[in-house]
T-cell receptor, first 113, second 115 residues
Framework: KQEVTQIPAALSVPEGENLVLNCSFTDSAIYNLQWFRQDPGKGLTSLLLIQSSQREQTSGRLNASLDKSSGRSTLYIAASQPGDSATYLC????????????FGKGITLSVRP | EAQVTQNPRYLITVTGKKLTVTCSQN?????MSWYRQDPGLGLRQIYYSMNVEVTDKGDVPEGYKVSRKEKRNFPLILESPSPNQTSLYFC??????????????FGPGTRLLVL
């Protein structure tokens, strides 16, 4: 059974800092890995999707990497801003028929002005 | 605008009173799914549907029903809600769920409190 872990559960950094959010998963048989952002009381916004055959994806100040063999992914946020404060969720899609996403519990990021 | 909508967004009810949470998508997606999100447990899949009239259980289906009579709609039914179904519920859809590049689009969530 796939398990996705995100540690730490919460992180507080000063504005302008570059930071790395970590995600690990137990089963390397995945279709893709996604990073989502969730603002308090809101839905999920997809930030980056990395296919199992890819190593990284970039969007603006965000860069996500994937090491499938070791079961790890990182989300790098450059020059963090207070507007980046949110919960970041990592999810993997397995090869099963139900196409479900298995989510980590998320990292709640607070960027202090 | 491409979107997944859910109604209601907030709901307070009492134990045993049947309720339905609607989900609709305007992207002609074949695949739809329901998740619940609980503190300390993350998001877990309740039910999913690969197409019209095709539904199946996810990880936590107990106490829930779904139907898929039309492609765009995938309602979640709680026939006798209990307090342990208090949660934040998300509906999601995608066009090609098994494609490695395919993402799922999520609705805004429905916060349910069962007293």
């Amino acid at each position: 059974k796939q398990e996705v872990t995100q540690i730490p559960a919460a992180l507080s950094v000063p504005e302008g800092e570059n930071l790395v959010l970590n995600c690990s998963f137990t089963d390397s048989a995945i279709y893709n890995l996604q990073w989502f952002r969730q603002d308090p009381g809101k839905g999920l916004t997809s930030l980056l999707l990395i296919q199992s055959s890819q190593r990284e994806q970039t969007s603006g100040r965000l860069n996500a990497s994937l090491d499938k063999s070791s079961g790890r992914s990182t989300l790098y946020i450059a020059a963090s801003q207070p507007g980046d404060s949110a919960t970041y969720l990592c999810a993997v899609k397995g090869p099963g028929a139900n196409s479900k996403l298995t989510f980590g519990k998320g990292i709640t990021l607070s960027v202090r002005p | 605008e491409a979107q997944v909508t859910q109604n209601p967004r907030y709901l307070i009810t009492v134990t045993g009173k049947k309720l339905t949470v609607t989900c609709s998508q305007n992207m002609n997606h074949e695949y739809m799914s329901w998740y619940r999100q609980d503190p300390g447990l993350g998001l877990r899949q309740i039910y999913y549907s690969m197409n019209v009239e095709v539904t199946d259980k996810g990880d936590v289906p107990e106490g829930y029903k779904v139907s898929r009579k039309e492609k765009r709609n995938f309602p979640l039914i709680l026939e006798s809600p209990s307090p342990n179904q208090t949660s934040l519920y998300f509906c999601a859809s995608s066009e090609y769920p098994r494609h490695p590049q395919e993402t799922q689009y999520f609705g805004p969530g429905t916060r349910l409190l069962v007293l």
